[in-house]
């Protein structure tokens, strides 16, 4: 349909300012006019987005997509679906894959499988590490030029402080930075759950929140000496908000992300044995969520990122101590980010900011805004509509959430990615 006019949407755009009810119209896949009342043309396909709202479409720096090498769980094209439905159209996969994306030619090869899948941006992160196994670096500035957008070895921590410092100048360097899952390995090793009353009633084996504080507080104090970007990923615990609140007052170019489940789930998830439940960082009480809440809503945390973390159905059958940690995510962001817009944390401006345009800019892209002349990436939603989390409105190919069975409020109706209607919900 080369005219699609979208009328009575409250169009959010925090890059230009705008709050207040428009028609839209796309011709041709770029935004042509912005304007109340727009009569529709003969042949336009409409859409009535009155009660939606209209937003940039969504960037979420952290998904793992299992490609190569772990495909069973996860592949570009269903983590493709999963995202747009999910209202996204740039997503960063992690390194973490086998083998990990370490060499230049797997960087162009994820970006080759994104562009054929065609939903949405599939970017790569490079490794931190040569298999990320913590020791000798990449060649950043090579992993950089084929498009690797940031380095991490995220599912795992840099433990060698001397690499990690080494890691933050080398990346400063070119232009980039480094995002580090932060945990001590000393101290979490073997844990399962969070330090807390319930690991203790149902004798899980404990990881306390330190094994995250010191690490934090390690990259902080990291980049507050090398003048460095360092980006701490899936903050989770009441201190490492306090530590990075800190850094950020000392100057520090720190920047901090949280997760969807740590925003909304706490360990009590547990109380069944389903390991469902397990991640990592793992969930954790409920003065932790309600800090991780209010670093968000300051801008302590800077956005929100999920760690979409795929697994399949039988290893999260596997006990407790077997199964991975992680969680799927890309299609509940929105509506957790939205439960805290009702609950008066922020306003849809700041939830707008946190999902879409904070995260790009952070990654070095244009934020998608609602210009005119602009490629349409728009995403449209309804803040009210509930709907059922069950397998066959999870896109991933896995089905590993805790959510599972239970009804979320806030729905994506339409993803736009380079001008084209991606996802119809």
Known sequence: ??????????????????????????????????????????GCEVIDADEMIVSPSFTDIHVHLRDPGQTYKEDIRTGSMAAVAGGYTTVVCMPNTL???????????????????????????????????????????????????????????????????????????????????????????????????????????????E??????????????HTG??????????????????????????????????????????????????K???????EEDIEAVRWALSSGIIDFVATDHAPHAHHEKMLEHHAC???????????PIVLELVKKDYFDMKRAIEVLSTAPARKIGIQPPSIVEGRKAELTIFNPTESWEVNEESILSKSKNTPLLGRKLIGKVKYTFYDGKIVYKG
């Open 1 to 42: 349909m080369d005219l699609i006019l979208i009328k009575n949407g409250h169009v959010i755009d925090p890059e230009n300012n705008i709050n207040d009810k428009f028609d839209i119209l796309i011709e041709k896949g770029n935004i042509r006019r912005i304007d109340k009342n727009i009569e529709p043309f003969s």
């Open 99 to 209: 083998p990990a994306l370490d060499d230049a030619s797997l960087i162009r090869y994820v970006i080759e499988k994104g562009e054929e899948v065609g939903l949405c941006r599939v970017l790569p992160a490079g490794a931190i590490t040569k298999g990320r196994r913590g020791k000798e670096l990449t060649e950043m500035a090579l992993l950089k030029d084929a498009g690797a957008v940031y380095f991490t070895d995220d599912g795992a921590p840099v433990m060698d402080s001397h690499v990690m410092r080494k890691a933050t100048e080398y990346a400063g360097s070119i232009g980039s930075f480094v995002a580090d899952h932060c945990e001590d390995l000393s101290l979490s090793e073997n844990g399962v759950a969070h330090e807390g009353e319930i690991a203790a009633a149902l004798g899980l084996p404990p990881l306390p929140p």
């Open 211 to 224: 094994a995250e504080d010191t690490m934090v507080a390690r990259d902080c104090i990291i980049a507050i």
């Open 228 to 277: 460095m970007p360092v980006h701490i990923c899936h903050v989770s615990t009441k201190v490492a908000v306090e530590v990075i609140t800190w850094a950020k007052a000392m100057g520090a170019e720190v920047t901090a992300e949280v997760t969807p489940h740590h925003l909304s789930l706490s360990d009590a998830e547990w109380l069944d044995f389903d390991c469902k439940a």
């Open 279 to 285: 991640v990592s960082p793992p969930l954790r009480e």
């Open 324 to 334: 991975p940690p992680g969680m799927i995510g890309l299609q509940f962001a929105l």
